[in-house]
């Protein structure tokens, strides 16, 4: 079946410090990955998105790069802000059906 | 952002009372989505819709029905309900998995049930 695994939080940072955010999938086919943003009190929003092997999604300083040997898809910023201070879902798409799959979340709480 | 408006926003109801959300979408997408989000839960999927009048279940769609009778309009009903369904509700919208589209989400619908 499919399935998203994703990193337990909750994940404290101080400003502009690394962050990794582990995110493991399994599903058949080849399916596509994305990257979710939850703010406190909206919807979720899409980060960033990769459709095959070795794609790297990127956007606002955020990357991630869909690494089919290693079934991941890693969250990755190299400087952190206070304003990252979020919810990141990692979620995949196979390409059989049209379900989406969400991991359960990781928080995110960047202190300056 | 993709036009998707949910309502109502915010709802506080009686356990045994009828509940109906609506969600609406201005950007002709074929699927739609209707989530649960709880604690320690994520998100989790209770029916969506692949086109008027089809419609599936997802994992946790007990004590929940959806019609859709037009494109842009996706109701979730709850019959009668309970405690356990205190929850914030999101829609989603989709152009399908041969698209390799994202979902977009709405704000959500905070619902509690007393």
Redesign the interface.
């Known amino acids: 079946g499919n399935s998203v695994t994703q990193m337990e939080g909750p994940v404290t940072l101080s400003e502009e410090a690394f962050l990794t955010i582990n995110c493991t999938y399994t599903a058949t086919g080849y399916p596509?990955l994305?990257w979710?943003v939850q703010y406190p009190g909206?919807?979720?929003?899409?980060l960033l998105?990769a459709?095959k092997a070795d794609d790297k999604g990127s956007n606002k300083g955020f990357e991630a790069t869909y690494r089919k040997e290693t079934t991941s898809f890693h969250l990755e910023k190299g400087s952190v802000q206070v304003s990252d201070s979020a919810v990141y879902?990692c979620?995949l798409?196979?390409?059989?059906?049209?379900?989406?799959y969400?991991?359960?979340?990781t928080s995110l709480t960047v202190i300056p | 952002d993709a036009g998707i408006t949910q309502s109502p926003r915010h709802k506080v109801t009686e356990t045994g009372t009828p509940v109906t959300l609506r969600c609406h979408q201005t950007e002709n997408h074929r699927y739609m989505y209707w989530y649960r989000q709880d604690p320690g839960h994520g998100l989790r999927l209770i029916h969506y819709s692949y086109g008027v009048k089809d419609t599936d279940k997802g994992e946790v769609s007990d004590g929940y029905s959806v019609s859709r009778s037009k494109t842009e309009d996706f109701l979730l009903t709850l019959e009668s309900a309970t405690s356990s369904q205190t929850s914030v509700y999101f829609c989603a919208i989709s152009g399908g998995a041969l698209s390799n589209q994202p979902q977009h989400f709405g704000d959500g619908t905070r619902l509690s049930i007393l």
Not at chain 1, 42 to 46: F, K, M, Y
Not at chain 1, 93 to 100: E, V
Not at chain 1, 102 to 105: D, H
């Open positions: 596509s994305f979710y909206e919807g979720l929003q899409l998105k459709t879902f979620a798409l196979a390409n059989t059906g049209n379900q989406f969400f991991g359960t979340g």
